[in-house]
């Protein structure tokens, strides 16, 4: 069978604020994120199979993607651990969903991130290829298999 390549994006919406940084994304902001995950494998050659004729059904990849990043970032606010973030987080009503990262939140080391959390849970078979991560409209970052 030949390897084909699969797409599934989702959307996520997500509010960070860049410790250190020198310019306007020090503020906590929000983005409208877009991800697009890209796996490839070989179709499932097996006439018996309800999944014949797919490298891995799209609700599959929907499901594991939903579980492992959608719903823990849709709605998040998320900082590095080197924010001091204990100083204004008292109204938890407001930081119900807040995740503090051991790195930057850029779009650079947020794909990175999501390529481990997605890669680990993909069936044996299923390898990851790529990640695109829509910061927003025109600005994203791409994780590549093959440069890893
Ligand atoms: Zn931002």
Redesign the pocket.
């Known amino acids: 069978m030949p390897k084909i390549r699969v797409t599934k994006e989702f959307h996520f919406e997500m509010a960070?604020a860049?410790w250190n940084y020198d310019g306007l994304?020090k503020n906590i902001?929000g983005?409208s994120y877009k991800l697009f995950v890209t796996i490839i494998g070989e179709p499932i050659n097996d006439k018996k199979s309800p999944k014949n004729g797919m490298v891995l059904d799209f609700g599959d990849l929907k499901r594991i993607v939903k579980i492992n990043i959608v719903d823990i970032f849709d709605h998040t606010i998320v900082f590095s651990s080197l924010a001091p973030t204990n100083d204004f987080v008292n109204a938890k009503q407001m930081f119900e969903r807040i995740e503090i990262l051991d790195f930057q939140p850029t779009c650079e080391l947020l794909v990175a991130d999501f390529a481990e959390r997605i890669k680990s849970k993909l069936p044996l078979d299923i390898k990851l290829f790529s990640l695109k991560l829509y910061?927003t409209a025109t600005a994203y970052a791409e994780w590549f298999a093959s440069d890893n």
Request: aromatic residues 0%.
């Open positions: 960070h860049l994304c902001h983005h910061e």
